[in-house]
């Protein structure tokens, strides 16, 4: 005969938990809500002086940079970008491979087929 399923001696816990299920599950995740707003925090002011050191700049600084800050202009882009486009250069064919058709020739010779 194989073994039974039932324990010779249940524990009353056991056999506690084995007709109320929620008495384990409820408290289980209790405890991972809890912990997930306890550690929020933690992860807030790490992310704040993290903040922190990233925005810290003196007003010398920021006064510099707005110095040296170029004004844009949507013209002298257009031109820019315009006279890039004059430069001389010639397009040129790449060879295709052998079994590749040409686009808009008909093929020489029937598709293969398996």
Known sequence: MPFSSKPIN?????SRLKRHPALFGVP???IIIGASFGLQTFTQTRY???DQKVKQMSSEQALSLDRKKKKFDIRE???KLSAAGEQDWEPKR???PNDFPELGVPPTEPPFRS
């Open 10 to 14: 249940p524990s009353p816990l056991h």
């Open 28 to 30: 289980f995740l209790l």
């Open 48 to 50: 704040d002086l993290q």
């Open 77 to 79: 882009e257009y031109y």
């Open 94 to 96: 790449i060879s295709r």
